[in-house]
Structures are given as structure tokens and as C-alpha cells.
């Protein structure tokens, strides 16, 4: 087992914890600077919800920055169109903002990712362009809001302050016997260690010790979702505003309705259907 820092015990007092059926859920209240990547589906902006509820109640003034991967295709080769995904972004940050009015949330980060359906194996695994930007902003605002300088400064004043915290909205797979496909996304499949936090949360260490990247649902799947969304009374006003349909433009009807044949639909409804009301 990890052994526990002192580090680590400062992320653990500083958290706000939720407590569901389906794992402890944990929530930094202490970072200088928030990130999320927001990608127009409801897990993240459900995150982004457990996110502001502290904030709001604990009149933290963290700024929050957002941001969004949007599968793109250049070519003409339509059926690798993907729905464009920024405004449903821009529809939660609406929604969020409006419904806690103090918190600071910036308009998102707008990237594309071309050539999504493109991947190549790096010896672990497949890493697709939509990765890749992601893993590339996320380094971006590590350094940005973590730079040198800063901890150096940190460091001379003796603080544990945590300067920067990402979140992400990853779940686990639904299990084999939920009627749902099997997953390509099987990293998804185990457990993550969460050093301590929430059962249902996970915990990296960014490039150093004032940078925290947490996944606060990766070690439960979509039905810990419906039931956070339902508990903060959120999930009938997110459900429509929200996509992760990743059906093409037939499917579709030009992106007009969500598919209900991918996988991440087939993943939505039954958690939509099965969770712990």
C-alpha cells in the first residue's frame, strides 16, 4: 500500500465529500485554480455541479477554466462526422453560472481534435488525436497555472497550498451482466487507487506536488451519475442540455436526435433506468 504523505493528508482534510450508493465521492475545495474538461456529456457536468455546490456554500473564489476536445473531420468522408459538442459546453456553463451566481467559471477552451478516428499504439495502448489534445491541454494547464516561479515562491514561504486541481468525468464500465455491450475502453474495466480519498474517486499526482488531477467517479460506473445529478436536483435540467451520443450523421438524422445505438447511449439509458432512485 501507498504510503501517506503529508501532502496527501492536506488533500484529504481539504475535500468535500459526497456519500452515495455506489462509493464516496471527493471534491478539492483548496486548489488556487480548478480545471475540468467538460465534454458536453452529463458526467462532467455533473462534476462540474459537485464542484460548485462548496465552492457556492464556502464563498471559495478558485476560478474555473473549462475545457472542450471536439472530435473533428476535415475530409469529405462524412460518415466520420461527430456531433459538435461546443455548444452543449457553452449550454452547461450557461446553466452552471445561472444557478450558482458567485462562482467564477470561465468560458471553455475550445480544441479540435481532426482525424479522431485515426489511432496509433504507443505500446500501452491506442492514442487517438482526441487523446492526445487532451493530454496536451492538460499539460498546458499544469504548467500554466504551476509554473516554476509560482513554486518556487510556494516553496520559500513554506506552504502546502495546492495551486492547481484537473477534474475529468470518467466512470468505470457497466458490469458484464448489465445488458450493455462490452466496452473497446476496457482501461476503464479496474479500480484506480484514490490514496485515501473517496472509494469512488481516484487521484493522480501532477508534474509536482502543487498540481492534483482527480477523476472523483472513476471507480464507479454512469449510475453513480443519475444519482449525484438526481441528489443535487440537477439531473432533469442536465439531461437535456447534455450529448455523448457518438452516433454519425445517419444515425443521427444530421445530429438531431441522439442515436440510441452506440455505445454511450446504450451506457446512458441503462443507467438512466437502473440507478438507485
Known amino acids: 500500500m501507498k504510503e501517506i504523505t503529508e501532502f496527501d493528508e492536506f488533500l484529504i482534510k481539504n475535500s ?30 455533473v462534476i462540474l455541479c459537485l464542484i460548485a455546490k462548496p465552492f457556492t456554500e464556502n464563498n471559495i473564489t478558485a476560478p474555473i477554466q473549462p ?28 446553466y452552471v453560472r445561472n444557478r450558482f451566481p458567485t462562482l467564477i467559471i470561465h468560458d471553455t477552451i475550445k480544441e479540435e481534435a481532426n482525424y479522431w478516428w485515426a489511432s496509433k499504439h504507443n505500446g500501452s495502448g491506442n492514442i487517438s488525436s482526441y487523446t492526445y489534445k487532451q ?8 504548467w500554466n497555472y504551476a509554473r516554476p516561479e509560482l513554486v518556487i515562491e510556494k516553496n520559500s514561504q513554506g506552504l502546502a497550498d495546492l495551486l492547481y486541481c484537473e477534474y475529468n468525468g470518467v466512470t468505470k464500465n457497466p458490469p458484464m451482466d448489465s445488458g450493455v455491450p462490452a466496452s473497446e475502453e ?34 464507479a460506473d454512469k449510475r453513480i451519475t443519475m444519482w449525484l445529478a438526481d441528489y443535487l436536483g440537477v439531473l432533469e435540467d442536465l439531461l437535456p442540455i447534455t450529448r455523448s451520443c457518438e452516433g454519425g450523421p445517419v444515425e443521427t438524422e ?11 447511449c446504450l451506457e446512458r439509458k441503462w443507467a438512466l433506468d437502473n440507478y438507485n432512485k
Request: hydrophobic fraction near 30%.
Open 186 to 219: 476496457n482501461h476503464r474495466d479496474h479500480y484506480d487507487h484514490n490514496y485515501m480519498l473517496g472509494s469512488a474517486t481516484a487521484l493522480s499526482r501532477g508534474s509536482h506536488d502543487f498540481v492534483a488531477e482527480y477523476a472523483p467517479i472513476r471507480n
Open 254 to 264: 444530421n445530429f438531431t436526435k441522439e442515436c440510441m445505438q452506440c455505445w454511450w
Open 67 to 94: 475545457v472542450t476536445v471536439r472530435r473533428g473531420n476535415p475530409t469529405d468522408i462524412r460518415e466520420y462526422d461527430r456531433v459538435n459538442i461546443y455548444p452543449y459546453a457553452e449550454k452547461i456553463i450557461a
Open 135 to 142: 493530454e496536451i491541454l492538460s499539460s498546458f494547464l499544469q
Open 16 to 45: 468535500k465529500h459526497y456519500t452515495t450508493p455506489y462509493g464516496t465521492v471527493s471534491i478539492n475545495t483548496r486548489a488556487e485554480n480548478v480545471g475540468i474538461f467538460l465534454s458536453g456529456g452529463l458526467d462532467s457536468a
